[in-house]
């Protein structure tokens, strides 16, 4: 199947225009569904041809203009417009296939009950797995949905419903006219779906989910439905532009690849989202700023969008940073920029560290394949940090002001950057462009360093940071105060700060205090030295997710030893207060330990880890969310195998905590990975939840065992097995290798590198891409390995998103390497 290049959607979107879509589908059948799609469209130059996508398992009939074409035309994906007039008519019937893959239209078997759910995917290019189209986002029309199920199923689309007529057995659904929808926005869910509504301020609301999950969406409804209030009410006053998709739904659904996708009308979201078991309140956060970055679409992205993928960030950069700030200032998630800053920005760096990094804006994405790979932490992460940076610089009145005028002058058509920074320019009164030319389209991260009184900036591209140093001192009660705070505009390699002259040394001067710039932060030696005494002391969130971020950037590029940060989460972590800072800080911790420390040496700092654990779990004052987080880590950390079986028979369990059903299948896993558990015990777990996440914590348990035959079985599904779904596929993928089974797995090394290549050109992109992401080598932290994959990059028939994903974590393993090293 070929991916569509930006040369021709360029050619395309200036031949034709595209009036209207119909797309009548009939779900009724199991093994495949019947599509048929009637496109109107008008031709710049009659006489003149052009291409349709579709990928049809049966191809039946295709009219244009009344004049029948042949089927057997069909050339892969594509299928040649001839002779066109300058308006025309196509008529596509075809079959197609439903996938396992959340990609197209997504068939789901609940093993709880029996129900099938159905939800359509048409990101990136995958909306020609569901209607014949012109599948690029450029062309934008008028949606009418029809869909023809089984009786007793709901049905939604983008737009609301027009009509029912019950039939046979069936029942079809007809859908209003939606606004024009680029294509890859088109959705549908179908199936015996659970649905919970509301209304607010003129606009219809829905909530959706599979019926074994209703009675823990009917507890949390009343707070999804406040947080949709909410950032309703604030999108509306920041953007002077209503909602303007009609309804507003949200479809929690099973077995979706993404967090979730901005569907207007029916945003799509992981049905994770539907907590049934106890969860921090870092996790209702991420639900909350979720809703929130998807709703932040409905104007960037779905209002106006992208012309093609090389202005991405147009989408998704300003839906993580209004997702975020309407977050922080809406909802009860006050610490939303805390999150950003641990965890989203600490994703950025990492991202635009490695060989394969890009510019947020890149001038050129040659096809619709190499643009799926630019989804990571530049385009959302360090985007909207950058947007933070450009609100900061221009002042929050002229940023929003010009926004304003940007939807309004290109509301539902597509717009560029240039025309973005227009906007932009206009309402500020300031030339835009050396801004944008050194934040968007230059890629890396700068590193920024205190020497006396001037901040120092290195890194291959110079670019303006406003940043604050906060000064701070321990007080008499032990306490670390803000004496003083001084902002000041960075630019070039260095600059003089003349706030700080005439100030006494602070014990602790911390750079880009507030977290204004995504840059590298490294600290001068005696405040460095200071951490561990102040950052328990700090009150300010954000200012410790500062110190926490720059010390594990430090020990990752391989600057500091990792007993570092195992001395700060021991120093630090028992006085923490924010749950996200608990949470992060001892994965990154985790994660760096199981790669960079040898084994004789990773054994030692995964007990003094699991000691702070235990230190929190018996703190009752700790609170439930952050006595949670350490419980979880304390059952990832811990090798007593005894205790963890004790907890899944109800004893020894710490007072105030509960063993619920997913912290129950943790330490299952725990236990498969410690080899304290056969099969037969997975499997006697499994028959007391026979849901869809048992069901994938099973098969991740399965083959987290250390048991050749367990691996074997696990390596098979990961390459061979077609008919998994995507999530046990990952599941499977996730168990695989462990730091515990080095010389287990050590036969599966060479064989990631000579098997997958074929795996991942048979699979879907996404799919593919995330299982060569789990399912890779990473705790072989060996030269051997980084020959064999320095081999496999030197192939010229890797897939995008596979080459990518190994020069990463061949990079990674360089730095782990370095760290052993030291």
Not at 416 to 435: F, K
Not at 470 to 478: A, F, Q, S, V
Not at 706 to 722: L, M
Not at 750 to 776: H, I, K, Q, S, T
Request: a negative charge; proline letters at 5%.
């Amino acid at each position: 199947m070929r991916s569509l290049t930006q040369q021709e959607a360029t050619d395309r979107a200036a031949a034709i225009t595209v009036e209207s879509y119909t797309i009548d589908l009939d779900v009724t059948t199991g093994d495949a569904f019947r599509s048929t799609s009637t496109v109107a469209f008008r031709a710049a130059d009659p006489g003149s041809a052009t291409f349709v996508e579709l990928k049809p398992v049966r191809l039946h009939a295709v009219s244009l203009n009344g004049v029948a074409l042949d089927p057997a035309a069909l050339d892969g994906n594509r299928l040649t417009l001839a002779d066109l007039r300058a308006d025309n008519v196509l008529t596509v019937e075809a079959d197609m296939a439903y996938s396992n893959s959340s990609e197209g239209l997504h068939r789901f078997v609940d093993p709880a009950d029996g129900g099938v759910y159905l939800h359509a995917t048409s990101f990136l290019d995958e909306a020609q797995r569901v209607f014949a189209c012109f599948d690029q986002p450029d062309l934008k029309a008028p949606v009418t949905m029809r869909v023809t199920a089984p009786s007793g199923w709901t049905v939604a689309a983008n737009a609301a419903v027009a009509a029912t007529t019950p039939g046979d057995g069936t029942t079809r659904w007809e859908f209003a006219t939606t606004w024009p929808l680029a294509t890859y926005f088109v959705t549908v869910i179908a199936g015996p779906y659970h649905v919970v509504e509301s209304t607010h301020d003129g606009i219809p609301m829905a909530i959706y989910c599979k019926a074994s999950a209703a009675e823990h969406l009917d507890k949390d409804a009343d707070e999804i439905f406040e947080i949709t209030r909410q950032c309703l009410d604030r999108f509306h006053e920041l953007f002077g532009f209503r909602y303007p998709f009609g309804k507003y739904d949200q479809a929690f659904v099973p077995e979706f690849n993404a967090g979730a996708m901005e569907n207007p009308g029916l945003v799509v979201i992981r049905d994770e989202y539907v907590f049934r078991s106890a969860v921090t309140d870092s996790e209702r956060e991420l639900r909350a700023t979720t809703i929130a970055h998807e709703m932040a679409h409905m104007w960037f992205g779905d209002l106006v969008t992208m012309r093609w993928w090389d202005d991405l960030w147009l989408n998704e950069s300003f839906a993580e940073y209004m997702g975020t700030r309407v977050t922080a200032e809406a909802t009860r998630f006050r610490d939303a920029w805390t999150t950003f800053g641990m965890r989203r920005k600490a994703w950025g760096y990492e991202t635009d560290q490695r060989p394969s990094s890009h510019p947020v804006a890149p001038t050129s994405v040659p096809d619709s394949a190499d643009a799926l790979v630019n989804f990571d932490g530049i385009s959302y992460a360090k985007g909207a940090a950058a947007l933070r940076q450009l609100v900061a610089w221009v002042g929050d009145e002229a940023f929003l002001a010009g926004i304003r005028a940007h939807f309004e002058a290109h509301a539902f058509g597509n717009a560029t950057l240039t025309d973005l920074l227009g906007a932009l320019s206009a309402a500020s009164g300031r030339d835009l462009s050396d801004w944008a030319a050194r934040w968007l389209r230059e890629p890396g991260v700068n590193t920024l360093r205190v020497d006396g009184l001037a901040v120092l900036q290195s890194g291959a591209v110079l670019r303006p940071h406003r940043v604050a140093l906060g000064l701070y001192d321990h007080g008499p009660d032990g306490v670390a105060t803000l004496r003083r705070r001084v902002e000041v505009d960075v630019d070039g390699a260095r600059t003089e700060v003349a706030g700080l002259r005439g100030e006494p040394a602070a014990d602790l001067l911390l750079l880009n205090d507030g977290d204004l710039t995504f840059a590298k932060v490294r600290l001068d030696p005696t405040s460095a030295a200071a951490v561990p005494t102040v950052l328990p002391t700090l009150r300010d969130s954000l200012s410790r997710a500062v110190l926490w971020t720059s010390t594990v950037d430090a020990v990752r590029d391989a600057e500091r030893p990792v007993g570092d940060l195992v001395d700060l989460l021991v120093a630090a972590l028992p006085a923490e207060t924010e749950v996200i800072v608990v949470v992060d800080a001892l994965l990154q911790g985790r994660s760096l330990i199981d790669r960079y420390l040898a084994p004789g040496e990773r054994a030692a700092a995964l007990a003094r880890v699991a000691a702070v654990c235990e230190t929190l779990v018996g703190n009752a004052a700790a609170g439930a969310s952050r006595r949670l987080a350490a419980m979880r880590a304390l059952v990832d950390t811990t090798v007593d195998a005894p205790r963890l079986l004790g907890w899944l028979d109800g004893s020894g369990v710490p007072d105030g905590l509960q063993v619920d059903t997913d912290l129950r299948w943790r330490v299952v896993h725990r236990l498969a990975v410690l080899g304290a558990i056969d099969a037969d015990r997975i499997e006697a777990e499994l028959a007391g939840d026979r849901s869809a996440a048992g069901t994938e914590w099973a098969a991740r348990a399965r083959a987290a065992r250390p048991d050749p035959a367990a691996k074997a079985a696990a390596w098979h599904a990961v390459i061979n097995d077609d008919a998994l779904s995507n999530r046990l596929l990952e599941a499977n993928g996730r168990g695989l290798f462990q730091p515990e089974q080095i010389e287990l797995t050590a036969p599966y090394v060479a064989r990631y590198f000579r098997e997958m290549p074929g795996a991942a050109r048979r699979r879907n992109p996404y799919a593919a891409e995330r299982l060569a992401d789990l399912a890779f080598p990473r705790y072989h932290v060996s030269a051997e390995t980084r020959d064999l994959a320095a081999a496999m990059l030197a192939s010229d028939d890797l897939t995008p998103g596979l080459r990518r994903i190994v020069i990463d974590n061949d990079d990674d393993l360089r730095l782990a390497l370095a760290a052993r090293a030291r």
